[in-house]
């Protein structure tokens, strides 16, 4: 019945709507798009040519120049083989960064961020926790202070699958790497009006900032603080459901990763299987506010057909490039230990 | 012969004296009763010198004739609709209830009925308004000029009054439209000291959709549920203790109810079947107690205490059910503001150069919005687990208010008028004070010929909170905080009127608006704001405004015709979206609506409505980032930076009217929404062909729709 109701209500809106094609009779002017992240250990600099939409995107572009500026110095930048730039030099809270790119036929673009503190944990807890669906684990972060109100946090939960298996008499071990996002209870969670302001998540690895990816960062501010303590659950029901909204990145384990199905004691291959742990390690990013505003409005564009039928404000792309696109923002992260969950 | 040639006499001597009246002649020494008799039987004819003679502009009167006559959309007369065709008012989403009036928000619209403010002023989403046209007596909407008595909101104010019963005889009208009908009732209760008049509107699309989903149903073992519901009821009691002595209490209920539903069948060993609910209802409730006096020929007042109500809750079920266990989970949003308000409005006409206005209010206010979430868990028949989660906020507000303006009739063609309204608004531990001036002036050079001008301070203390632009149950009011303060807008206006010819009107109007600490949401996607600490969803910005309005009308008593042009920009400037002001979503260049009717062959009366305005504007990407290897990259660089095709349609309706002895009546109306059926732009993305070449595709989708409505009066 639903399945034949779901199919009419497509078909009772194709039979009245009509396709009106229009022309865009405004066109933005071209751009320079930047995108500039000063993390713990370097720099990382991204610069494309904005093609404005209805115009074409010349056939090669290359900058004719960019500085970048710590504390007023120019800093030197080589080039990487997926087309970044990067600066080895290492920063420290406090220091100001800056960009400029120039570009033939474009204007000048210049953005500037200050990198933040790095945070701190004190503790960082995972336990067992039973719920509807079975035990799921909860990790516990807090922090050496609660956080002022105006701070930022990214969130990114390493997953390790470690199985220990006898191969030929010998013990060995094996992991595969891939990264979750935290959840809620579905019986603690009131998803049906969830702030969905709670689930924001980007893609975040080594300077590459995207909307969609294999390294979800989850989106934190102050107020997902209580007294310095964030509180998430795992594989819980909400995580795959919510994941489904909000684009987790997870991946699932390769066919020639055979555990986690694999029972104890399992042969397969020659070999025998012993168990399997999971282990977490948490980190934790403090953003300057130019990187979360531009990470935020990157997850929000990917839901703009709301926006586009006028019934909800539309996702603007933040930008502090002046004159250009992107981003100039900075982030400074720390990690915890890996955290072990036992007898899952 | 001779009883017509009386009555053109009178109505020449009429409309005489109100002119007379409106240029401040007024006769010294005239007897009460002559001189209310005169404008009380000439109101509604001298309509239009009324709005010539005053200092006020922006000011658009509509009587109950103009309001109910004309096509309707599904079949009932619908006032906001009405004032979408009006200059200077943008209309938002196609048969929606916006009302965006010289840049507005939508949010920012006074709505008056019988004084009292109402909150929630639309069925089915927007689809309807609340007013029922039976019983509106006469509306007054002031777009600009704003008088010192009105207070509250930046844009506009829609004061709209309804009928009294009548003393004399019982009256009433039924009237069945495509999805709803219509019962009024009127007549003495004392006869000549006492009526009623009692208006009850109820959809009735429940009644055809209910058995049509059982029947569905029938043979399904997943049964799906649904139904709509739409009702209201006004009500007025008046009571003359004599001619200059009257009490009224006027009720207006108004009820929105909708449900679904999903039922699976029990899975095998299990006690039920797991299914989800969904169940909404929203609504007003205004009650009021008027009295009207008048002390003398120059002393009038009115003196209102009322209690306002809008309210929504939503409920939500999930039954989730196995052989062994079963969770339930309910879910309750509640919200609603209420006011209860004192006012006490005098007129005074201390001698034949001033009309002084005076009066005070005091309204107080109580915001609720809350959540409850509550979790239950059965393992064999017993519970295992509850999990109880919830959110409220709650503020209570106090708004009292003091204005006094004068209108002095400086010479016989200048007057001037200025106005003073002080407000003051405490939310708990908090407190804001709000001089507001009103000033206007008129003169007329010549006999046919007026100019005007007004500037207007205007505050708002409460704002909508809302995460779409539709108008959902799920919006709530909360006042001004810290953080999210008053809104200000002010406005100067200014324009020509004219009467060039006999029949003829020609009135020019321009505007300036600014509006300041304005909203928009900044929230993550959602169709529910946040409850707590709302004003960390949304940023302020500031709004500006500004253009012209052209009205011209030609009426000889059979053939009507009125032509509006509005040119018109409206922009927006939030930091938090983008570095510099930008066109609003509602910013329609041009718009031109050409209203014609004609009443010919006795019975007939033909109605044509032709409606034209720029597109709205919506956001598409402005720029794609190339990069080897990947498309689809966008920046979404400038806020609404796209304009959507001009909308264009066409509108005609047919009375037949015959008047039976007695004074019963029976009216077909035939209308015709969309006459051409042009599907107007709804919603639209943007495409690429097959060249790389980007172009928007939009979707209309409301078509044509024709209505026959009946109506019986009695």
């Given at each position: 019945?639903?399945r034949?109701?779901?199919c009419l209500?497509?078909?009772?809106?194709?039979?009245?709507a009509?396709?009106?094609?229009?022309?865009?009779?405004?066109?933005?002017?071209?751009?320079?798009?930047?995108?500039c992240v000063p993390?713990?250990?370097?720099t990382?600099v991204r610069v494309r040519y904005?093609a404005p939409?209805?115009?074409q995107?010349?056939a090669a572009?290359?900058p004719s120049a960019v500085r970048?500026?710590?504390?007023?110095?120019v800093r030197?930048?080589?080039?990487?083989?997926?087309?970044?730039l990067r600066?080895?030099?290492?920063l420290q809270?406090?220091?100001?960064?800056?960009?400029e790119v120039a570009a033939e036929g474009?204007?000048?673009?210049f953005?500037?961020?200050?990198?933040?503190p790095?945070?701190r944990?004190?503790e960082?807890?995972?336990?067992?926790?039973?719920?509807?669906?079975g035990?799921v684990p909860c990790i516990?972060?807090r922090l050496?202070?609660?956080?002022a109100e105006h701070?930022?946090f990214g969130?990114?939960?390493?997953?390790?699958q470690?199985?220990?298996?006898?191969?030929?008499?010998?013990l060995?071990?094996e992991y595969?790497?891939?990264?979750?996002?935290?959840g809620r209870?579905l019986?603690e969670?009131?998803i049906?009006t969830?702030d969905?302001g709670?689930?924001?998540q980007?893609d975040?690895?080594d300077?590459?900032?995207?909307?969609?990816g294999e390294h979800?960062?989850?989106l934190?501010?102050?107020?997902?603080?209580e007294?310095?303590i964030?509180?998430?659950?795992l594989?819980?029901?909400?995580?795959?459901?919510?994941a489904?909204?909000?684009?987790d990145g997870r991946q699932?384990v390769?066919?020639d990763?055979?555990?986690p199905d694999?029972?104890a004691?399992d042969?397969?291959?020659?070999?025998?299987?012993?168990?399997?742990t999971?282990?977490?390690?948490?980190?934790l990013?403090?953003?300057s506010?130019?990187?979360y505003?531009?990470?935020?409005?990157?997850?929000?564009?990917?839901f703009?057909?709301l926006?586009?039928?006028?019934l909800?404000?539309p996702n603007?792309?933040?930008?502090?490039?002046?004159?250009g696109?992107?981003?100039v923002?900075?982030?400074a992260?720390?990690?915890t230990d890996?955290?072990?969950?036992e007898?899952? | 012969?001779r009883?017509r040639?009386i009555r053109?006499?009178l109505?020449?001597?009429?409309c005489g004296?109100?002119l007379?009246?409106?240029?401040?002649?007024r006769?010294?020494?005239?007897?009460?009763?002559?001189r209310?008799d005169?404008l009380?039987?000439a109101?509604?004819?001298a309509?239009?010198?009324r709005?010539?003679?005053?200092?006020q502009?922006?000011?658009i009167?509509l009587d109950n004739?103009?309001?109910?006559?004309?096509y309707?959309?599904?079949?009932?007369?619908?006032i906001?609709?009405?004032l979408?065709?009006?200059?200077?008012?943008a209309?938002?989403?196609e048969?929606m209830?916006g009302?965006?009036v010289h840049g507005?928000?939508?949010?920012d619209?006074?709505?008056?009925?019988?004084?009292v403010?109402l909150?929630n002023?639309s069925h089915?989403?927007?689809?309807f308004?609340?007013?029922?046209?039976?019983?509106?007596?006469?509306?007054?909407f002031?777009?600009s000029?704003?008088?010192?008595?009105?207070?509250?909101?930046?844009s506009?104010?829609?004061?709209v009054?309804t009928?009294?019963g009548?003393?004399?005889?019982?009256?009433?009208?039924?009237?069945v439209g495509l999805?709803?009908?219509?019962?009024?009732?009127?007549?003495?209760?004392?006869r000549?000291?006492?009526s009623f008049n009692?208006?009850l509107?109820r959809?009735?699309?429940d009644?055809?959709?209910?058995?049509?989903?059982a029947?569905?149903?029938?043979?399904?073992d997943t049964?799906?549920g649904?139904?709509?519901a739409?009702?209201?009821?006004?009500a007025?009691?008046t009571?003359?203790?004599?001619p200059?002595n009257?009490l009224?209490f006027?009720f207006?209920?108004?009820?929105?109810?909708l449900?679904?539903?999903?039922d699976y069948p029990a899975e095998q060993?299990?006690p039920?079947?797991?299914?989800m609910?969904?169940?909404?209802r929203w609504?007003s409730l205004?009650?009021?107690a008027?009295h009207?006096v008048?002390?003398?020929?120059?002393l009038h007042?009115?003196?209102v205490?009322y209690y306002?109500q809008?309210h929504?809750?939503?409920?939500?079920?999930?039954?989730l059910?196995?052989?062994q266990?079963r969770?339930r989970?309910d879910?309750?949003?509640?919200?609603?503001?209420?006011?209860?308000?004192?006012?006490s409005?005098?007129?005074w006409?201390?001698d034949d150069?001033h009309?002084?206005r005076?009066?005070?209010?005091?309204?107080?206010?109580?915001?609720?919005?809350?959540?409850?979430?509550?979790?239950?868990?059965?393992?064999?028949?017993?519970?295992?687990d509850?999990?109880?989660?919830?959110?409220?906020?709650?503020?209570?507000?106090?708004?009292?208010?003091l204005?006094a303006?004068?209108?002095?009739?400086?010479?016989?063609?200048?007057?001037v008028s200025?106005g003073l309204?002080l407000?003051?608004?405490a939310?708990?531990?908090?407190?804001?004070?709000s001089?507001e001036?009103?000033?206007?002036?008129?003169?007329m050079?010549?006999?046919?010929?007026?100019?005007?001008?007004?500037?207007?301070l205007?505050?708002q203390?409460?704002h909508l909170?809302?995460?779409?632009y539709?108008?959902?149950p799920s919006?709530?009011?909360?006042?001004?905080?810290?953080s999210a303060?008053?809104?200000?807008?002010?406005?100067?206006?200014?324009?020509?009127?004219?009467?060039?010819?006999r029949?003829?009107?020609?009135n020019?109007?321009g505007w300036?608006k600014?509006?300041?600490?304005l909203?928009v949401?900044?929230g993550s996607?959602?169709?529910v704001?946040?409850?707590?600490?709302?004003?960390?969803?949304?940023?302020?910005?500031?709004?500006?405004s500004y253009?012209?309005?052209?009205?011209a009308?030609y009426d000889?008593?059979?053939?009507?015709l009125t032509?509006y042009?509005t040119l018109?920009?409206?922009?927006r400037?939030f930091?938090?979206?983008?570095?510099?002001?930008?066109?609003?979503?509602?910013?329609?260049?041009?718009?031109?609506?050409?209203l014609?009717?004609?009443h010919?062959?006795?019975f007939?009366?033909?109605?044509?409505?032709?409606?034209?305005?720029?597109?709205?504007?919506?956001?598409f990407?402005?720029?794609?980032?190339?990069?080897?290897?990947?498309?689809g990259w966008?920046?979404y660089?400038a806020p609404?930076?796209?304009?959507?095709?001009?909308?264009?349609r066409l509108?005609?309706g047919?009375?037949?009217?015959?008047t039976?002895p007695?004074?019963h009546s029976?009216?077909a109306n035939l209308?015709?929404y969309n006459?051409?059926?042009?599907?107007?732009?709804?919603?639209?993305?943007?495409?690429?062909d097959?060249?790389?070449?980007?172009?928007?595709?939009?979707y209309?989708?409301?078509p044509?729709i024709?209505t026959?409505?009946?109506?019986?009066?009695?």
């Open positions: 019945m639903l034949r109701l779901s209500l497509p078909l009772l809106v194709l039979l009245i009509c396709e009106i094609p229009f022309s865009l009779e405004e066109s933005a002017p071209p751009k320079l798009f930047v995108q993390a713990d250990g370097a990382w904005a939409v209805g115009g995107a010349p572009f290359r970048l500026r710590v504390n007023g110095t030197e930048l080589s080039e990487t083989a997926d087309g970044f600066c080895a030099a290492p809270a406090g220091d100001a960064v800056s960009l474009l204007p000048t673009a953005g500037t961020t200050t990198v933040p790095c945070p944990i004190c960082a807890v995972v336990r067992q926790v039973d719920s509807d669906d035990p516990s972060i050496d202070a609660p956080p701070a930022f969130l990114q939960i390493l997953r390790r470690v199985a220990a298996y006898l191969e030929n008499g010998i060995c071990t595969r790497d891939s990264y979750t996002v935290p209870l019986k969670a009131d049906l969830a969905m709670d689930y924001v980007v975040y690895a300077g590459g900032l995207e909307g969609w979800p960062m989850t934190l501010e102050a107020s997902h603080f007294e310095g964030y509180r998430f659950y594989d819980s029901f909400d995580v795959s459901l919510l489904g909204l909000s684009g699932p390769p066919e990763f055979h555990f694999m029972e004691g042969m397969s291959g020659g070999r025998t299987y012993l168990g399997v999971e282990m977490y390690r948490v980190r990013y403090r953003l506010p130019e990187f505003y531009y990470a935020k409005a990157l997850y929000g564009s990917q703009d057909f926006s586009n039928m006028g909800i404000p603007f792309t933040y930008s502090n490039v002046k004159d696109l992107g981003v923002g900075a982030l992260g720390t990690e890996f955290l072990w969950v007898d899952l | 012969m009883t040639r053109q006499g109505r020449r001597f009429l004296g109100v007379l009246a409106g240029f401040g002649l006769a010294s020494g005239a007897g009460d009763d002559v209310t005169t009380e039987q109101t509604v004819t309509v239009r010198e709005m010539r003679n005053t200092a502009t922006g000011l009167h004739k103009k309001l109910t006559a004309g309707a959309v599904f079949g009932s007369p619908d906001i609709k009405t979408q065709l009006l200059p200077g008012v209309a938002g989403n048969l209830s009302l965006y507005g928000d939508g949010n619209n006074l709505f008056l009925l019988d004084g403010p909150y002023i089915f989403g927007g689809l308004s609340s007013f029922n046209a039976d019983l509106v007596e006469d509306l007054d002031y777009k000029g704003f008088p010192a008595r009105y207070g509250g909101r930046l506009s104010v829609v004061d009054e009928r009294e009548d003393m004399e005889a019982y009256h009433g009208s039924f009237s999805i709803d009908g219509r019962l009024q009732l009127e007549g003495p209760l004392c000549g000291k006492t009692v208006g509107r959809s009735w699309l009644v055809v959709t209910t058995p049509l989903i029947y569905a149903n029938r043979r399904e049964k799906v649904g139904s709509y739409m009702s209201d009821l006004n007025r009691l009571h003359r203790f004599s200059t009257v009224d006027c207006y209920w108004g009820d929105d109810y449900k679904a539903g999903l060993g299990a039920a079947g797991s299914g609910h969904v169940g909404v609504g205004t009650a009021s008027s009207r008048r002390y003398s020929r120059n007042s009115r003196t205490l306002s809008s929504s809750r939503t409920a939500y079920d999930f039954d059910v196995s052989d266990t969770l989970m879910d309750n949003d509640a919200s609603h503001i209420r006011e209860l308000g004192l006012k409005d005098f007129d006409y201390p150069s009309h002084v005076c009066g005070l209010s005091f309204q107080y206010h109580g915001y609720h919005s809350g959540r409850q979430f509550t979790s239950v868990t059965w393992q064999d028949g017993l519970q295992a509850r999990q109880e989660d919830g959110e409220s906020a709650d503020y209570r507000s106090c708004e009292p208010a204005y303006e004068d209108e002095w009739f400086l010479r016989h063609n200048l007057t200025g309204r407000a003051l608004f939310p708990g531990g908090r407190a804001w004070f001089p001036p009103r000033l206007a002036c008129k003169w050079p010549g006999r046919a010929v007026t100019l005007k001008c007004s500037y207007t205007m505050s203390f409460a909170v809302s995460a779409t539709m108008d959902l919006n709530s009011w909360m006042p001004a905080t810290a303060r008053p809104m200000l807008s002010s406005q100067l206006a200014g324009g020509v009127y004219t009467i060039p010819f029949h003829c009107t020609l020019v109007e300036y600014t509006m300041d600490h909203l949401y900044n996607n959602t169709f704001p946040p409850i707590t600490a709302w004003e960390k969803s949304f940023s302020e910005g500031r709004g500006r253009g012209m309005e052209l009205e009308g000889n008593g059979s053939v009507a032509a042009y018109s920009w409206s922009e400037n930091d938090a979206v983008y570095a510099g002001w930008y066109l609003d979503r509602n910013d329609n260049r041009h718009k031109v609506n050409l014609a009717s004609w010919f062959a006795r007939f009366t033909l109605f044509a409505n032709w409606n034209y305005h720029t597109g709205n504007r919506i956001t990407p402005t720029h794609e980032i190339a990069e080897a290897g990947r498309s966008y920046v660089d609404y930076n796209t304009k959507l095709p001009d909308y264009h509108d005609v047919l009375d037949f009217l015959k039976f007695r004074g029976f009216k209308s015709v006459a051409y059926n042009h599907l107007n732009p709804a919603l639209a993305f943007l495409e690429k097959e060249t790389g070449r980007f172009y928007g595709k939009a209309g989708l409301v044509i024709p026959l409505t009946f109506t019986y009066r009695f």
